[in-house]
């Protein structure tokens, strides 16, 4: 995936999350910069939050953060897809792989060999 591609679905996905509730983009910048004003570093503006749905631009780690929350989903939702909220099987998986990332090898060798058991149990 190339970096536009990548900016443009993530813009698609926050822009979908943010209409699937309901919120205008002044709505959800009101509620991400609530305290703050025009002059705080962590003030995200109208103009920014449009540049970033259309995939023309990015914005800080923090911003996105907050803007994720402000959605509420996790940053992992809009850039790995996974929903901790979900409880399909699929979510679930989801979940699993998301937390599987940050084991290492021999972790990761041991719950494969777990599910690998868990599999040939359940095919017979």
């Given at each position: 995936m190339t970096y536009k591609i990548f900016l443009k679905d993530l813009g698609n996905?926050?822009?979908y999350q943010r209409?699937?509730?309901?919120?205008?983009?002044?709505?959800?910048?009101?509620?991400i910069n609530k305290g703050l004003t025009e002059n705080d570093d962590d003030y995200l503006s109208d103009k920014q939050l449009s540049r970033v749905e259309c995939g023309k631009s990015v914005t800080?780690?923090?911003?996105f953060v907050k803007w994720s929350l402000a959605l509420g989903k996790t940053p992992d939702y809009f850039l790995l897809g996974i929903d901790y909220s979900d409880d399909s099987k699929d979510g679930k998986i989801l979940q699993i792989c998301g937390c599987l990332k940050n084991c290492s090898n021999?972790?990761?060798?041991?719950?494969?060999?777990?599910?690998?058991?868990m599999n040939s149990k359940n095919s017979n």
């Open positions: 996905k926050l822009k209409k699937n509730l309901g919120l205008t983009q002044g709505a959800l910048v009101e509620k800080r780690l923090d911003k021999d972790e990761i060798d041991t719950v494969l060999m777990l599910v690998k058991g």
